[in-house]
Antibody, heavy 122, light 107 residues
Framework: VEVVESGGGLVQPGGSLRLSCAVSGFTFSDDFIDWVRQAPGKGLEWVARSRNRTKGYSTEYAASVRGRFTISRDESKNLVFLQMNALKTDDTAVYYC??????????????WGQGTLVTVSS | DIQMTQSPSSLSASVGDRVTITCRASQGISNFLSWFQQKPGKAPKSLIYGASTLHTGVPSRFSGGGSGTDFILTISSLQPEDSATYYCQQYGGYPLTFGQGTKVEIK
């Protein structure tokens, strides 16, 4: 199982950025995927979730990003995206893509990618 | 939102010591609780899910317990490579939430 993020970089406040997450080694359409971020020197904050195909790839968001961030998938390429719009300086963080596991009728965080750094600054 | 509170925020212990970290949820979450280990500059690593089940490859000196609102992570015999920050996280409801972390240092 491999999870690899890309797309991070420097962006100005109010700008947009799209992160990508390449996943391999498991059945992409069967699993839930999360994004979690970590601001410099701070703790972990869950950002968004994409459920699996059975659940219609439905989504959940943290209140801090709802309406600005969108999680989506390209099933043909085994890619997950995090489209980030109207970025704020508070969005500066390392963003981790995570493949969830399923046990006892519930999904939970499993494999973490290495993370990609997003810096929002003028 | 379900608030997760860890204690202590940091601790220092000697190699071979038994170390305990507690995590309290602001409301009952059954056993929907995970623990993660993060070393400086690295991605977190999943240690425990379901409050007490170790992920594959996690050393048996790590153990977890608890249910409802009170949970515990124990390292039975602290090793130098266990120096890290540990986070609990609940997945019983949205938003998923993490504790603030416990930094474990080796004396």
């Amino acid at each position: 199982v491999e999870v690899v993020e890309s797309g991070g970089g420097l962006v100005q406040p109010g700008g947009s950025l799209r992160l990508s997450c390449a996943v391999s080694g498991f059945t992409f359409s069967d699993d839930f995927i999360d994004w979690v971020r970590q601001a410099p020197g701070k703790g972990l904050e869950w950002v968004a979730r994409s459920r699996n195909r059975t659940k219609g790839y439905s989504t959940e968001y943290a209140a801090s990003v709802r309406g600005r961030f969108t999680i989506s998938r390209d099933e043909s390429k085994n890619l997950v995206f995090l489209q980030m719009n109207a970025l704020k300086t508070d969005d500066t963080a390392v963003y981790y893509c995570i493949r969830d596991y399923f046990k006892s009728d519930i999904y939970f965080i499993g494999n973490w990618g290495q993370g990609t750094l997003v810096t929002v600054s003028s | 939102d379900i608030q997760m509170t860890q204690s202590p925020s940091s601790l220092s212990a000697s190699v071979g010591d038994r170390v305990t970290i507690t995590c309290r949820a602001s409301q009952g979450i059954s056993n929907f609780l995970s623990w993660f280990q993060q070393k400086p500059g690295k991605a977190p690593k999943s240690l425990i899910y379901g409050a007490s089940t170790l992920h594959t490859g996690v050393p048996s000196r790590f153990s977890g317990g608890g249910s409802g609102t009170d949970f515990i992570l124990t390292i039975s015999s602290l090793q130098p490579e266990d120096s890290a920050t540990y986070y609990c996280q609940q997945y019983g409801g949205y938003p998923l939430t993490f504790g603030q972390g416990t930094k474990v240092e080796i004396k």
